[in-house]
């Protein structure tokens, strides 16, 4: 049984996630993969009954090697937008992701051995706000060059 909160509803599918801001020095850790033309950030579906900082824990473990401790929420993000891998393709696609900073340890060294929902492999990198290639959340690019005590609520609306 799959418990990750990604939902089938009558419009389209109804996603709730978590992202990770993992920063160090002047650069934010992120992920890619051989299919997307975009990085986006270390994160993933809460699972039913979790919280969301025990999934952003969670999902930072799975996909660095590394137990990391919540510093803080940073982001509320509502996205809309059309699914383009397996279960989401084809489908509109209501996304509310919490993006939460994280203490990174001193002697982080990160190691991906994570995998996308379509199965193909991941890679971590560190790149700094004005990174060429695409990445998401795209606020990201203006928020992370001077980071902020207050929670910030986004909307990107890519359906109408």
């Given at each position: ?48 009954g979790e919280t969301a900082e025990e999934a952003v824990v969670r999902e930072v473990f799975e996909e660095t ?96």
């Amino acid at each position: 049984m799959n418990n990750d909160l990604c939902v089938k509803v009558s419009e389209g599918i109804l996603n709730i996630r978590v992202g990770a801001i993992i920063m160090k020095d002047d650069k934010f850790l992120m992920v890619e993969n051989d299919r997307d033309d975009h990085i986006y950030s270390v994160g993933g579906r809460i699972k039913f009954g979790e919280t969301a900082e025990e999934a952003v824990v969670r999902e930072v473990f799975e996909e660095t090697g590394v137990k990391m401790e919540v510093d803080r929420l940073g982001f509320i993000h509502e996205n809309f937008f059309f699914g383009d891998s397996l279960v989401k393709k084809g489908n509109i696609v209501h996304e509310i992701s919490f993006y939460f900073y994280m203490k990174v340890p001193k002697d982080f060294k990160p190691i991906c051995n994570s995998f996308t929902e379509d199965g193909l492999s991941e890679r971590l990198v560190w790149i700094k706000a004005d990174h060429q290639k695409k990445y998401y959340p795209e606020f990201f690019k203006k928020e992370l060059k001077n980071p902020s005590r207050e929670i910030k609520h986004f909307v990107t609306n890519d359906v109408c």
